[in-house]
């Protein structure tokens, strides 16, 4: 009889109390910030984390995921009798996290070569980053309760990752710009004009898909974007930073707009703040003409 064990990082940026109540395990990100490091989740609360990013200029660090990291999780469950073992990981184009993951698993056999006939290792490149990747893996994992077999998982979070996407409103550039990692982000022109930007993640990549004119357009031109765009009546997730009333006005008017409600919000953790900025609202949801 197999058993599932789905493995992540914390950039999934799913709360403590939802890991341990779906039994998964995540390897968490440093964070260093004010001459500390941290591990994202574990040491410091998201909150935390915001306060000490609002009490400095400085941007914070992250460090990705060891292959030792990786290797050491993959000796524990093996140990503890997994035949599966989901490894999913952070956009690969943004982080090395998803090679480590690779290194590790050609170590562990390398280490363990009984263990090729008896637990397999899928690593999963999730493209993205937060919720994109956090909310698929609670689906995950509640298909394996009810059954679900190693194969029937990773096609239903690759077929998740291929059709998804996110739209994010960053509600100032500081972060992006200094960090670097949000192409669309860094190079956005308008700011100085009081515009904003859209910034569609997609298949690793971003790019700025609309420009809003000031704050009290970013609710209805953020919604009308997803609206357009989303596969009607499929699932959607909020995501937000250390203020989630916009995002809960956001879930209101796509409610009433599609008759449902988001399936899950996500505060996003230190890593992608340290790169998009504690103050932003993103929606993650499936792109319609997507196959």
């Given at each position: 009889?197999?058993?599932?064990?789905?493995?992540?990082?914390?950039?999934?940026?799913?709360?403590?109390?939802?890991?341990?109540?779906?039994?998964?395990?995540?390897?968490?990100?440093?964070?260093?910030?004010?001459?500390?490091?941290?591990?994202?989740?574990?040491?410091?609360?998201?909150?935390?984390?915001?306060?000490?990013?609002?009490?400095?200029?400085?941007?914070?660090?992250?460090?990705?995921?060891?292959?030792?990291?990786?290797?050491?999780?993959?000796?524990?469950?093996?140990?503890?009798?997994?035949?599966?073992?989901?490894?999913?990981?952070?956009?690969?184009?943004?982080?090395?996290?998803?090679?480590?993951?690779?290194?590790?698993?050609?170590?562990?056999?390398?280490?363990?070569?009984?263990?090729?006939?008896?637990?397999?290792?899928?690593?999963?490149?999730?493209?993205?980053?937060?919720?994109?990747?956090?909310?698929?893996?609670?689906?995950?994992?509640?298909?394996?309760?009810?059954?679900?077999?190693?194969?029937?998982?990773?096609?239903?979070l690759q077929d998740w990752f291929n059709v998804s996407v996110v739209y994010a409103?960053?509600?100032?550039?500081?972060?992006?710009?200094?960090?670097?990692?949000?192409?669309?982000?860094?190079?956005?022109?308008?700011?100085?004009?009081?515009?904003?930007?859209?910034?569609?993640?997609?298949d690793g990549e971003t790019s700025t898909v609309e420009k809003i004119r000031g704050?009290?357009?970013?609710?209805?031109?953020?919604?009308?974007?997803?609206?357009?765009?989303?596969?009607?009546?499929?699932?959607?997730?909020?995501?937000?930073?250390?203020?989630?009333?916009?995002?809960?006005?956001?879930?209101?008017?796509?409610?009433?707009?599609?008759?449902?409600?988001?399936?899950?919000?996500?505060?996003?953790?230190?890593?992608?703040?340290?790169?998009?900025?504690?103050?932003?609202?993103?929606?993650?949801?499936?792109?319609?003409?997507?196959?």
């Open positions: 009889m197999s058993k599932i064990m789905i493995l992540t990082d914390s950039c999934c940026d799913l709360p403590k109390e939802v890991i341990e109540e779906l039994g998964i395990r995540v390897l968490p990100i440093l964070i260093h910030i004010n001459g500390q490091s941290y591990r994202e989740i574990f040491d410091k609360s998201t909150k935390e984390i915001y306060e000490l990013m609002m009490s400095t200029d400085e941007i914070p660090k992250h460090s990705q995921v060891s292959p030792q990291d990786f290797l050491d999780a993959y000796q524990e469950i093996y140990k503890e009798g997994y035949t599966d073992v989901i490894t999913v990981s952070l956009n690969s184009k943004g982080s090395g996290t998803y090679n480590s993951s690779l290194i590790a698993k050609n170590d562990f056999y390398e280490n363990n070569p009984e263990a090729k006939e008896k637990m397999n290792i899928y690593n999963l490149d999730s493209t993205c980053y937060s919720g994109f990747y956090g909310y698929p893996i609670t689906e995950a994992v509640k298909k394996i309760r009810k059954g679900a077999d190693a194969q029937e998982i990773v096609a239903y409103v960053p509600y100032n550039l500081k972060y992006a710009r200094k960090s670097g990692r949000i192409s669309a982000a860094a190079a956005f022109a308008g700011e100085l004009l009081g515009l904003k930007p859209i910034i569609l993640f997609e704050e009290k357009n970013i609710l209805p031109k953020l919604v009308d974007c997803v609206e357009r765009n989303m596969t009607p009546q499929t699932p959607y997730v909020i995501l937000h930073g250390r203020d989630d009333s916009l995002a809960k006005e956001v879930e209101k008017e796509l409610c009433k707009k599609t008759g449902r409600k988001a399936e899950m919000f996500l505060n996003i953790g230190a890593a992608v703040a340290s790169n998009i900025g504690p103050d932003v609202v993103a929606v993650v949801c499936r792109k319609k003409n997507k196959q």
